[in-house]
């Protein structure tokens, strides 16, 4: 039903800026919430952002203020612009799609922060 595809990671200074993407291929991209994840080495997988079908938003306390999600519904694609990176940022960034209980996850792209 849905596809998803990341792409916009790599390797940036502390203090810096990234904007990933996720393209989605499929039917109803309009009704499934959007999100991103991320996964450190050692750590579970955590919430990062979410923007729902209705267009609210949600982020995790230690990017608040410093990430920025976004949709476009016309192009099926979400965002996530990352300004003020930090090394503690480093992880696999994992796009997904969720409507009722179904669950979809992108392939992941890494982002890391460091010197």
């Known amino acids: 039903q849905v596809q998803l595809v990341e792409s916009g990671g790599g390797l940036v200074q502390p203090g810096g800026s990234l904007k990933l993407s996720c393209a989605a291929s499929?039917?109803?991209?309009?009704?499934?919430?959007m999100g991103w994840h991320r996964q450190a080495p050692g750590k579970q997988r955590e919430l990062v952002a979410v923007?729902?079908?209705?267009?609210?938003?949600n982020y995790a306390d230690s990017v608040k203020g410093r990430f920025t999600i976004s949709r476009d519904n016309f192009k099926n694609t979400v965002y996530l612009q990352m300004n003020s990176l930090k090394p503690e940022d480093t992880a696999v960034y994992y796009c997904?799609?969720?409507?009722?209980?179904?669950?979809?996850w992108g392939q992941g792209t890494q982002v890391t922060v460091s010197l």
């Open positions: 997904y799609a969720q409507k009722t209980v179904a669950e979809y």
């Open positions: 923007i729902t079908r209705g267009g609210r938003l």
């Open positions: 499929g039917s109803g991209f309009s009704i499934y919430d």
